[in-house]
T-cell receptor
Framework: DVKVTQSSRYLVKRTGEKVFLECVQDMDHENMFWYRQDPGLGLRLIYFSYDVKMKEKGDIPEGYSVSREKKERFSLILESASTNQTSMYLC????????????FGPGTRLTVL | AQSVTQPDIHITVSEGASLELRCNYSYGATPYLFWYVQSPGQGLQLLLKYFSGDTLVQGIKGFEAEFKRSQSSFNLRKPSVHWSDAAEYFCAVGARNTDKLIFGTGTRLQVFP
């Protein structure tokens, strides 16, 4: 059974803290994605990685960075968390063929106080 | 550039009634089209996808969708809704030259007994 896991389901952090969200997939997928989900806005792409150490900015990269040192792991980093980064964060992965479906993790609900 | 519109933010139906969720896309060529479902507090699960061929696509949980090129639509249907179908539904479009998907803003389905 294919699986995308995220390190935390719920996370509470304080303004200014550095926050790491981890995502691991066991499908040997080349592509990995980080989305942010907010009510009424749907899913917005933060960053995309198509290979180890390779990344591409999505639609809303400001305030975020990513790291992909191993194929199966994709980390989202909030260098200095702010209250407007309170949101649901979803990680996804997909295979190399264009048009492949994306498989999603359960999400991390982050609250920044 | 691609875009996806889900005109209905919230739909309420009675259990056993039929369902149609609307999705319109904008893309110059034939797109890849997806419907995902998100149960409360969960990640997204693929219901069905269209790449080419037969324009009526069958998915899991008794859902189907029809690609209509002339209307730029990919509406999701189910003949008889169950209470467990209450969730948020996302339409997504992909292009043949990218691994990224563009998601609609979602439609929340409420089912009354």
């Amino acid at each position: 059974d294919v699986k995308v896991t995220q390190s935390s389901r719920y996370l509470v952090k304080r303004t200014g803290e550095k926050v790491f969200l981890e995502c691991v997939q066991d499908m040997d997928h080349e592509n990995m994605f980080w989305y942010r989900q907010d009510p009424g806005l749907g899913l917005r792409l933060i960053y995309f990685s198509y290979d180890v150490k390779m990344k591409e900015k999505g639609d809303i990269p400001e305030g975020y960075s990513v790291s992909r040192e191993k194929k199966e792991r994709f980390s989202l980093i909030l260098e200095s968390a702010s209250t407007n980064q309170t949101s649901m964060y979803l990680c996804a992965s997909s295979g190399l063929a264009v048009g492949n479906e994306q498989f999603f993790g359960p999400g991390t609900r982050l609250t920044v106080l | 550039a691609q875009s996806v519109t889900q005109p209905d933010i919230h739909i309420t139906v009675s259990e056993g009634a039929s369902l149609e969720l609307r999705c319109n896309y904008s893309y110059g060529a034939t797109p890849y089209l997806f419907w995902y479902v998100q149960s409360p507090g969960q990640g997204l699960q693929l219901l069905l996808k269209y790449f080419s061929g037969d324009t009526l696509v069958q998915g899991i949980k008794g859902f189907e969708a029809e690609f209509k090129r002339s209307q730029s639509s990919f509406n999701l249907r189910k003949p008889s809704v169950h209470w467990s179908d209450a969730a948020e539904y996302f339409c997504a479009v992909g292009a043949r030259n990218t691994d990224k998907l563009i998601f609609g803003t979602g439609t929340r389905l409420q089912v009354f007994p």
